[in-house]
């Protein structure tokens, strides 16, 4: 695993430590590499939502496309036992 230093200032160094004392994470380390984990699958999403938009952009849906999703939308509600 490859090393990675930065810098931090006192007050989120102080955080990361007290989720370290609360067990929220095991150690620093842990606590950055989740932090890492989280922007980067932020990110993935974020461009895997572009992409879709995009795509509806480039080939909006129908009329009748729409008018499909709607009725089976309702039929979905009426079915549930509320």
Do not use: F, N
């Not at 090393?3 to 160094?13: D, F, H, K, N």
């Not at 932020?42 to 496309?65: C, F, S």
């Amino acid at each position: 695993m490859t090393q990675l230093v930065t810098r931090v200032s006192g007050e989120l160094l102080a955080a990361v430590d007290e989720l370290v004392e609360e067990g929220t994470v095991s150690s620093r380390s842990e606590a950055v590499r989740l932090g890492l984990e989280g922007l980067v699958e932020k990110q993935r999403r974020a461009r895997i939502g572009q992409m879709i938009v995009d795509g509806y952009r480039r080939k909006p849906q129908t009329p009748e496309e729409l008018a499909w999703a709607d009725e089976a939308t309702v039929r979905m509600i009426a079915e549930e036992p509320w």
